[in-house]
Nanobody
């Protein structure tokens, strides 16, 4: 399984970025997917998750109303649209594949991870 994130970068506060995660080596439509982030000196934290068919989504309170997770099963890709970015959103963002069956928010329940993409929000 390979997950490759892209779309990170430097943006001013209030700006937007769209992250993409291209998956290979798995039957993508069989798995829920999630986005996590890790800031320097902090633990990796949940950001958003989406069910296999994309009909259920979950968000951390800190990003609710600003971030949108989506997926395109025909393209084996999951996205994270990030609007109204704040300096506290600065982190390395990772996509991850949930273990077989269901959907969860815990880091330990995700089997495969991408290498991460840096998002930096300047004030």
């Amino acid at each position: 399984v390979q997950l490759v994130e892209s779309g990170g970068g430097l943006v001013q506060a209030g700006g937007s970025l769209r992250l993409s995660c291209a998956a290979s080596g798995l039957t993508f439509r069989f798995y829920a997917m999630g986005w996590f982030r890790q800031a320097p000196g902090k633990e990796r934290e949940f950001v958003a998750a989406i069910s296999r068919r994309g009909d259920s989504t979950y968000y951390a309170d800190s990003v609710k109303g600003r971030f949108t997770i989506s997926r395109d099963n025909a393209k084996n890709t999951v996205y994270l649209q990030m609007n109204s970015l704040k300096p506290e959103d600065t982190a390395v963002y990772y996509c991850a594949q949930y273990r077989t069956g269901g959907l969860g928010l815990a880091v330990k329940d995700y089997d495969y991870w991408g290498q991460g993409t840096q998002v930096t929000v300047s004030s």
